[in-house]
């Protein structure tokens, strides 16, 4: 495994994995939180559960991919924010998809619960790549330029 490969996946763990697993927490315990009461978030855990776990081991596995698609686009010489968007669709486009196959497959959703995913990837792929994926890019674009010269 080359340098710039290691500290790809080093930059996409140490930073990508505890916002992404904060984000989630947050989103799963936000009812309780606004409302005071934890009745929504029962229901939520229970009728996502499978899917939230998921989304949680495929977010973990996809960081790697993310890591790998961040260096290659970066070696291609392309413009940060093409990397950042590179890096957070990659990502998003794998937990939203496990996502919503598992949660259409549940007995108890319906098959347009898979909707969710659709909007979620959207969503989270505009905001990821303005946000947490744009410091994880210029991390890895810092680091790849340092070693390489």
Do not use: Q
Request: contains cysteine; positive net charge.
């Amino acid at each position: 495994m080359d340098k710039g490969l290691k500290l790809s996946l080093l930059n996409s763990y140490l930073i990508g994995l505890p916002f992404g697993l904060g984000i989630i927490a947050f989103t799963i315990f936000f009812p309780s939180m606004f409302s005071g009461e934890g009745l929504l978030t029962l229901i939520m855990l229970t009728t996502f559960a499978r899917a939230i776990a998921g989304l949680v081991i495929s977010f973990v596995l996809s960081l790697w991919v993310g890591a790998i698609v961040a260096k290659k686009s970066i070696n291609n010489e392309d413009k940060l924010l093409l990397t950042s968007f590179k890096y957070s669709a990659s990502i998003n486009l794998i937990i939203w998809i496990v996502f919503g196959i598992i949660a259409a497959l549940s007995p108890e959703n319906e098959w347009k619960v898979g909707l969710i995913a659709v909007i979620a990837f959207v969503i989270c792929t505009l905001l990821t790549t303005f946000t947490i994926g744009l410091l994880i890019s210029y991390r890895i674009r810092t680091g790849i330029k340092k070693y390489s010269s």
